[in-house]
């Protein structure tokens, strides 16, 4: 099975900008997490998603957005963006619910804000 | 909240030392318990994970980890280190029930030298 691949790879954007993040996950996972990953913070849980649902949320402001689609590709959307949302955003899918299941990650999109 | 400490930042070995990374863990329930690792350019990959039952769990390229409850532990052993184990080992936690995100320790660099 192919793995869980994210799209763009590398994206450069700047401030007050918005920006979409794409994950297809391995096939036949229903569930799609979101994690941002930074040297000061390491990795955060941002959201997780399963059959279309948001299922979790972690601590992250309403800029942070994400959706899932009937075919469990998920985007992730961050709007105005800042200086402080540069990091490595990995996306990560299960069969089954996170937490249950083993979670195959992806390669990340590296986002800089400028 | 749930929180995993791990103490060691950066562990520096010789080839054929023994390893061992600390984990501890914040929360008196029920709790599903991995150690991931990422080698330089390469995606996060789980080693191992413990749900139930015996508590010594092993896990891929020679690693295991004790599940020590008393001491809200989870740390990860390897009897002689590699080169190529040379990568960050993150150790993470999901509650059994509820919430099931993963939350993630902040990460140790560990670095063989041949």
């Known amino acids: 099975k192919a793995g869980v691949t994210q799209t763009p790879r590398y994206l450069i954007k700047t401030r007050g900008q918005q920006v979409t993040l794409s994950c297809s996950p391995i096939?036949?996972?229903?569930?799609v997490s979101w994690y941002q990953q930074t040297p000061g913070q390491g990795l955060q849980f941002l959201f997780e998603y399963f059959s279309e649902t948001q299922r979790n949320k972690g601590n992250f402001p309403g800029r942070f957005s994400g959706r899932q689609f009937s075919n469990s590709r998920s985007e992730m959307n961050v709007s105005t963006l800042e200086l402080g949302d540069s990091a490595l955003y990995l996306c990560?899918?299960?069969?089954?619910?996170?937490?249950?299941?083993?979670?195959?990650f992806g390669p990340g999109t590296r986002l800089t804000v400028l | 909240a749930q929180s995993v400490s791990q103490h060691n930042h950066h562990v520096i070995l010789s080839e054929a030392a023994s390893l061992e990374l600390g984990c501890n863990y914040s929360?008196?329930?029920?709790?599903?318990l991995f150690w991931y690792v990422q080698y330089p350019g390469q995606h996060l990959q789980l080693l191992l994970k413990y749900f139930s039952g015996d508590p010594l769990v092993k896990g891929i390229k020679g690693f295991e980890a004790e599940f020590i409850k008393s001491k809200f532990s989870f740390n990860l052993r390897k009897p002689s280190v590699q080169w190529s184990d040379t990568a960050e080992y993150f150790c993470a936690v999901t509650l059994d029930t509820g919430r099931r995100a993963l939350t993630f320790g902040s990460g140790t660099r560990l670095q063989v030298q041949p």
């Open positions: 096939s036949g996972h229903r569930s």
């Open positions: 990560a899918s299960s069969e089954g619910l996170a937490g249950v299941d083993e979670q195959f």
């Open positions: 929360y008196g329930g029920t709790v599903n």
